[in-house]
């Protein structure tokens, strides 16, 4: 550490916390990111993702470090710590990046992110967010209505699918199973019945709940992915025959791997048929509930107890971002206490002391870029938005088929596209793309095998782009 960074003079303070610095360092930032949007647009880049091994990734990180001591200037950060963070990152604006399931977010909402950054109210109690928490309340009250799910519901924006799914399941655990399971523990052994194709992150949430395996019970699926409702009610009968209390059913709205819903109808008159609660895992698809064209899938999901959706998968929102709705906005408060929920004076479900119902104690200002859009654009940019990145994966999908040797492994119902070129070793196709580029995509497995995976998350990827990366793989293999 140098003396600057040791000296308790006011000063030397003040200069970190100058408006003027913070200005300047701004507009160079600001003309940086705006080469880099330009750049990405322009596709100029050889590949979306230049990516060298981790060892000699962190190599480089390190030697920085090692470098450290020489000076860093005025600020805060070397001159040249935003290019190198940028142009060793995934470039996700890139038109030609069709890879995980993350938003390329709208770059406006880097300011509402810079201005939460400055203010940084922490959200867990009422002073702690003055604004934010009323435009978390307002915005999630009105989408959960639009929803479908009444004027009882309600909801709150986490970090995250996996977090939100977790939440959910704790909820319906101390609704549905028996006893005080917040105070007392469960009393009884209890399980959760999900696809086998679902995230990962639900087999997780039951495992941290202290449930161990039994405690996840998976329910075979079809050969499109779609929760099989004759091992749904065989499943359940066995648990239950079993001494093992069924608490929820969690229905996929998407699968990660290759996008399919499960039938949440059906699920839904399983649940209310066995009083379980139905949570829809709607991380990456619940967003189609805005697109008149594609929110049939969704049908039954309003007949949910509770709903996550990620604002920074299909709605262009920055990650972290998640909303977790509830049916009936008070099954919140019982996730965190239960005499919060069912025993407490009304007094104590404050909606505006958010920690009640988040298990983050400290969180970020999620609200403002959902609370920004909505109130400027209502639902209709999200609707075009998730129009156009399904119809990215449609047109894919229809290209792949007109072609010799490809096979879809479903037509597309989200932005996700999985498909595989018959008679080759698909994984090795995909780490050729990676090293020659331009494109950027992912893989995954099937029944065994490995398939190649795009999830088109960027509206601004045209359809060059697609057929130049199929004629791509193709030149490859
Ligand atoms: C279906 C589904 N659920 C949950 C998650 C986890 O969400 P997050 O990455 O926001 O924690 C994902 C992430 O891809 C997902 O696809």
Redesign the pocket.
């Known amino acids: 550490m140098d003396n600057r960074s040791k000296s308790t003079d006011a000063h030397h303070w003040a200069h970190y916390f100058r408006p003027e610095l913070f200005a300047e360092t701004g507009e160079k930032s600001v003309s940086t990111l705006m080469e880099y949007l330009v750049e990405c647009q322009n596709r100029e880049a050889s590949h979306v993702l230049d990516i060298a091994t981790p060892e000699s990734r962190l190599e480089h990180w390190k030697s920085r470090l090692n470098d450290s001591q020489s000076s860093s200037g005025s600020g805060l950060f070397k001159h040249d710590f935003l290019e190198q963070l940028l142009c060793r990152s995934n470039h996700l604006h890139d038109p030609r990046y069709a890879g995980h ?1 993350v938003a390329v977010p709208f770059p406006e909402l880097a300011w509402l992110g810079a201005a939460t950054a400055l203010l940084n109210n922490g959200m867990a109690i009422d002073e702690m967010g003055p604004a934010s928490t009323p435009m978390e309340e307002a915005v999630m009250q009105l989408i959960a209505q639009y929803m479908g799910f009444g004027t009882k519901s309600g909801g709150i924006l986490c970090h ?4 939100a ?1 977790l939440t959910a399941l704790l909820a319906a655990r101390q609704k549905k199973a028996v006893g005080n399971a917040w105070e007392e523990g469960v009393q009884t052994p209890c399980a959760v019945l999900v696809s086998d194709q679902a ?1 990962y ?1 639900v087999d997780r949430a039951v495992r941290v709940m202290g449930w161990g395996k039994q405690g996840i019970i998976e329910v075979a699926t079809d050969d499109q992915h779609q929760m099989s409702k004759g091992d749904l009610y065989q499943k359940f009968n066995e648990a239950t025959a079993a001494g093992i209390h069924v608490v929820a059913v969690v229905g ?1 709205a ?3 791997s290759t996008g399919a819903f499960d039938d949440l109808e059906m699920i839904a008159d399983f649940a209310e048929a066995h009083d379980v609660w139905f949570h829809v ?1 709607g ?2 698809g619940a967003a189609q509930v805005f697109s008149s064209e594609h929110r049939n899938v969704l049908k039954g999901m309003e007949r949910a107890d509770s709903v996550a959706m ?1 604002f ?1 998968k299909m709605l262009g929102v920055p990650a ?1 971002c ?1 909303g977790l709705f509830y049916k009936d906005g008070i099954d919140a408060y019982g996730a965190f206490s239960h005499e919060a929920a069912y025993l407490y004076e009304s007094q104590n479900e404050e909606w505006w002391n958010l920690s009640k119902r988040t298990f983050e104690c400290t969180k970020r200002m999620l609200s403002a870029a959902v609370f920004g859009i909505w109130e400027a654009h209502g639902p209709l940019l999200w609707e075009s938005l998730v129009d156009r990145l399904i119809s990215r994966a449609q047109f894919a999908s229809a290209q792949l088929n007109l072609r010799d040797n490809w096979e879809v492994f479903a037509h597309p119902k989200s932005n996700i596209l999985c498909f595989r070129l018959k008679g080759v070793n698909n994984s090795n196709l995909r780490a050729k793309l990676l090293k020659h580029g331009p494109h950027y995509i992912v893989k995954t497995r099937v029944n065994g095998s490995d398939w190649l995976r795009c999830t088109f998350q960027n509206p601004l990827t045209t359809e060059d782009d697609i057929i130049e990366l199929i004629d791509r793989l193709e030149e490859l293999a």
């Open positions: 399931q995250g699918g996996t977090l799914n995230h992150c996929s998407c699968t990660t895992d991380a990456h990620d920074h972290l998640t």
